[in-house]
C-alpha cells in the first residue's frame, strides 16, 4: 500500500507560520499530482494548494494564494506547505493527497479540486489551528 504521512500541524496565532509537511513513497511523488485539501468542521472540503512534481508547476486557492507555498523535496519524496500570515479560517484538518500516477495526473492538478477525488491517495490529516 501506498501511504502518505503528514506532519507539522499544530497551533499559531493570527499572522503566525507553521510548515506542514507530507512523505509518500517514491512511485506516488515522482512526476504526479501532490496538494493539500483541508475541510473545517460543519464545512465542505475546500483544495488549497497543489503541485506537479514533474515541473514544479503550483495551483493556490484564491484564498490562500500570496500566504501559502507548496513546495517538493523528490530526494527524499515529501511535499511541504508552507503557511504564513495565518488567519483564523485556515483552522482546518489538512490532508496531504496524491493522484494516481499516470497522462490524468498532470491535468488533474491544474483544478483545486482535482485531489478531491474519492479515489486519490490521501493521508490521515493533520489539525492545523489558528486563534487570536
Known amino acids: 500500500q501506498f501511504q502518505l504521512v503528514e506532519s507539522g500541524g499544530g497551533s499559531a496565532k493570527v499572522g503566525g507560520s507553521l510548515r506542514l509537511s507530507c512523505k509518500t513513497s517514491?512511485?506516488?511523488?515522482?512526476?504526479?499530482?501532490m496538494g493539500w485539501f483541508r475541510q473545517a468542521p460543519g464545512k465542505e472540503r475546500e483544495g488549497v494548494a497543489n503541485?506537479?512534481?514533474?515541473?514544479?508547476?503550483?495551483y493556490y486557492a484564491d484564498s490562500v494564494k500570496g500566504r501559502f507555498t507548496i513546495s517538493h523535496d523528490n530526494s527524499v519524496n515529501t511535499v511541504h506547505l508552507q503557511m504564513t500570515d495565518l488567519k483564523p479560517e485556515d483552522t482546518a484538518m489538512y490532508f496531504c493527497?496524491?493522484?494516481?500516477?499516470?497522462?490524468?495526473?498532470?491535468?488533474?492538478?491544474?483544478?483545486?479540486?482535482?485531489?478531491?477525488?474519492?479515489?486519490?491517495?490521501r493521508g490521515q490529516g493533520t489539525q492545523v489551528t489558528v486563534s487570536s
Open positions: 493527497a496524491a493522484a494516481h500516477p499516470g497522462r490524468g495526473a498532470r491535468p488533474q492538478c491544474t483544478v483545486l479540486h482535482g485531489l478531491l477525488a474519492p479515489d486519490v491517495y
Open positions: 503541485i506537479y512534481t514533474g515541473t514544479g508547476n503550483t
Open positions: 517514491g512511485y506516488l511523488a515522482k512526476s504526479n499530482c
